[in-house]
């Protein structure tokens, strides 16, 4: 690990600054994270988070969607852990926000990164919805705290060689977190431990990026080690999009590259889903344990959902949740029509026919001395033509 931290140092100093660090996981690992993290959840917790499902999935990649909107989004996805020392630089940075802040300036920590306490500070903001009853903030905040947690098990989310573009190993980082994983999530064991709320929050995602740091040296020489079979020609593939030449690692090597690695990146995704509902669960314990179920309704689980969810407990126990298409990672979106594509109402187009008139009824044998009801009048409107037609019955809402 020395060697390739000095190697990054002279090419930081040749290089000058970095671009800010790629996208964590995906869209696709986030989103099976942070669903795999609600089966985790103590029933107090979970039916209110299994309601909430699609939205949590569907909103903890909002902090990647937003990176080109907001320039300050993306040093809260990192920490470039390297840049700070070369041998153990965890005992030499502050974990506390103030004192780190003190010793190498607020400027520095941006640049660098700060997802450690982004997660601090989203679960500060969880705690507060809970304590709310802010269903909205609830959903809203659990997603985006989940999303930093998750990129906190990266290891190359903690390094400035963050894509290995400072050692010749450009595209590592998407091939680590989105090629492998959506490639062979049906091969890796998502089922793991029950939330446990940490006793020190601070001390717990420290330590979660402290141990992605560890994997730095086997995921840069793994690299290297699955190269030695693959030629250029081989070893990439490249396309063509936007008027742009993108190169990403070929499925070949990816398939060779994932037998010496694929352990690893399947380990630290089963990691990361119990500490995410870890980091739920403590700050609902914070707020005071608020009776979920009052921000429900209805206040329980209705059959059908309580049918999914055990349907879907019992595939995540036996490890199939990916084998039985139940992540909704593996589903397509349903486009959503926008609206110049609805088609209104052409106000030329013809009317449909009137209704035929009744047929007279016939005349009874008997005189009846019950008077007639009146006669109904059937209302008519003027046509596109101007001709009369009869005002037709709208149809029911299922047809």
């Given at each position: ?71 300050a989004e993306a040093s809260r996805h990192y920490i470039d852990m390297d840049h700070y020392a070369e041998d153990n630089p965890f005992a030499k940075m502050p974990r506390d926000y103030e004192n780190a802040q003190e010793k190498f300036t607020a400027d520095t920590l941006r640049k660098y990164g700060t997802v450690p306490w982004t997660v601090l500070e989203n679960r500060t903001k969880l705690v507060e919805a809970f304590r709310e009853r802010d269903t909205t903030a609830i959903v809203k905040y659990s997603a985006e705290l989940a999303h930093y947690v998750e990129d ?248």
């Amino acid at each position: 690990m020395k060697k390739i931290i000095l190697s990054l140092g002279l090419a930081v100093a040749l290089l000058g600054p970095l671009a800010p660090a790629a996208h964590a996981w995906g869209f696709f690992g986030h989103r099976v994270i942070t669903q795999v993290a609600i089966y985790e959840l103590p029933a107090s917790m979970q039916a209110f988070y299994f309601r909430h499902m699609p939205e949590l999935v569907r909103l903890c990649t909002a902090p990647d969607e937003r990176r080109n909107q907001d320039k300050a989004e993306a040093s809260r996805h990192y920490i470039d852990m390297d840049h700070y020392a070369e041998d153990n630089p965890f005992a030499k940075m502050p974990r506390d926000y103030e004192n780190a802040q003190e010793k190498f300036t607020a400027d520095t920590l941006r640049k660098y990164g700060t997802v450690p306490w982004t997660v601090l500070e989203n679960r500060t903001k969880l705690v507060e919805a809970f304590r709310e009853r802010d269903t909205t903030a609830i959903v809203k905040y659990s997603a985006e705290l989940a999303h930093y947690v998750e990129d906190a098990f990266v290891p190359l989310h903690t390094t400035v060689n963050y894509d290995g573009q400072l050692t010749n190993q450009g595209g590592l980082h998407s091939l680590w977190e989105s090629q492998l994983p959506e490639r062979y999530i049906l091969t890796y064991k998502l089922s793991g431990d029950e939330a446990k709320a940490p006793a020190n929050s601070q001390d717990a995602i420290w330590g979660v990026i402290q141990n992605s740091y560890g994997f730095l040296t086997a995921t840069f020489d793994l690299e290297t080690k699955a190269s030695k079979g693959f030629t250029p020609q081989t070893k990439y593939t490249y396309t063509h999009r936007f008027g742009k030449t993108q190169r990403r690692y070929s499925d070949a090597f990816a398939d060779e590259y994932n037998k010496l690695v694929g352990g690893q990146v399947d380990f630290r995704m089963r990691q990361a889903a119990p500490m995410v509902a870890s980091f739920w669960l403590s700050a609902w314990q914070e707020a005071g344990r608020p009776d979920l179920s009052g921000l429900m309704y209805p206040a329980k689980l209705s059959k059908e959902e309580k049918e999914k969810l055990d349907v879907q407990l019992k595939a995540f126990k036996a490890n199939t949740l990916p084998q039985d298409q139940l992540l909704l990672a593996q589903q397509k979106e349903k486009k959503v029509e926008a609206p110049d594509e609805i088609k209104a109402a052409d106000p030329n187009e013809a009317l449909p026919p009137p209704e035929p008139e009744p047929a007279p009824a016939e005349e009874p044998a008997a005189t009846v001395t019950t008077p007639a009801a009146p006669a109904k009048v059937k209302v008519k409107t003027k046509g596109a033509a101007g001709t009369e037609k009869a005002k037709s019955k709208p149809k029911p809402a299922s047809w």
